[in-house]
């Protein structure tokens, strides 16, 4: 069965869009001095256990998961309202893993840190060129390395549902995903202190919650709801 896409779909791809139109705006001016630019201060370069190389690590780690679940509903289903939301979602998180390493690269930090536990640049001191805080973070779910992310068996339970079980697995997977995500990004929004990074990671907030919005929709179009 055939379903019209929500306006919420429209309204969240379109967030993403403008946050990375931003982000690479802004990157550009930065490189060139904007224009009549003043001399100032060369900008700090994150340090290795920052708020924004932690989310830089983290957060394409969490976005790798996302691709990888949409990419397999995408097998599960001939849903086009399902399966256009699962290519926008990988497409769209795929570039911003690029964005992400990209700024790794940038900065000469590395993309994983051996000792560093997840999600720890929101409860640390943040290192050199950091931002200190102490915001919390829920916990992770057994079997899961961040919160929001699937298990192995979640995985393997999605890769062998076919149809609506498919679907309604995968919206309520990528609802909780979503929600951790978003968690993430607000606290890169808060704790970061590179500009673009954190404009991005607010993009990312928002056209997530719409997402989550949307996938709450759809679920109860197939009779079903959000986890938890």
């Known amino acids: 069965m055939t379903r019209a896409i929500p306006r919420t779909y429209w309204v969240a ?22 224009p009549a630019a003043a001399p100032a201060a060369a900008p700090r370069t994150p340090g290795l256990h920052s708020a924004d190389a932690g989310f830089a690590r983290d957060m394409a780690v969490h976005h790798q ?21 699962a290519y926008d979602i990988a ?11 990209g700024w790794l ?5 590395p993309k994983v840190v051996a000792d560093e536990p997840p999600m720890s640049w929101m409860t640390g001191s943040g290192g050199s060129g ?16 961040m919160p929001g992310m699937a298990t192995k068996e979640e995985l393997a339970q999605l890769g062998s549902a076919e149809g609506r ?14 929600k951790g995500g978003v968690a993430m990004a607000e606290g890169c929004a808060r704790l970061c202190v590179t500009p673009v990074e954190r404009a991005l990671a607010q993009g990312m907030a928002d056209a997530q919650q719409s997402e989550i919005t949307l996938m709450t929709d759809m679920l ?5 709801t959000p986890r938890g």
Request: hydrophobic fraction near 45%; charged fraction near 15%.
């Open 130 to 145: 950091g931002h200190g805080g102490h915001e919390g973070h829920a916990a992770a779910k057994p079997g899961a390395l």
């Open 165 to 178: 079980d498919a679907e309604v697995l995968y919206l309520q997977l990528m609802t909780d995903h979503h």
């Open 105 to 109: 690269d940038l900065w000469g930090l």
């Open 65 to 85: 998961q996302a691709v990888e679940m949409s990419f397999i509903v995408r097998d599960r289903t001939q849903d086009e309202a399902v399966r256009t939301l």
């Open 13 to 34: 791809g379109t967030a993403v869009l403008l946050a990375l139109l931003f982000a690479a705006a802004a990157t550009v001016t930065a490189a060139n001095g904007g």
């Open 91 to 101: 497409n769209t998180q795929a570039n911003q893993r690029g964005m992400l390493f």
């Open 220 to 224: 109860k179009q197939r009779g079903a």
